[in-house]
């Protein structure tokens, strides 16, 4: 794989997790607006905007990789 599509690929990764988690918040904001933010559902739109956080931004899954660095 090249300089360039790594590059590329990063970037669709990227664009991904953005529409992921506007997708959780507009059910975030739609569910704490309409049914006046019962708290077990958002504490759940919570965790699964975590996950993805995590995975991108933290890079977690690094925390049991056999490779050296970053």
């Given amino acids: 794989m090249t300089q360039q599509e790594k590059k590329a690929a990063a970037f669709r990764?990227?664009?991904?997790?953005?529409?992921?988690?506007?997708?959780?918040?507009a059910g975030e904001f739609f569910v704490a607006r309409s049914l006046n933010g019962p708290v077990a559902i958002l504490f759940?739109?919570?965790?699964?905007?975590?996950?993805?956080?995590?995975?991108?931004?933290?890079?977690?899954?690094?925390?049991?990789?056999?490779?050296?660095?970053?």
């Fill in 13 to 25: 990764q990227g664009i991904i997790v953005l529409i992921v988690l506007a997708a959780l918040t």
């Fill in 44 to 70: 759940i739109f919570a965790i699964f905007k975590a996950a993805p956080i995590m995975q991108y931004f933290m890079h977690i899954s690094s925390l049991w990789s056999e490779e050296e660095g970053h």
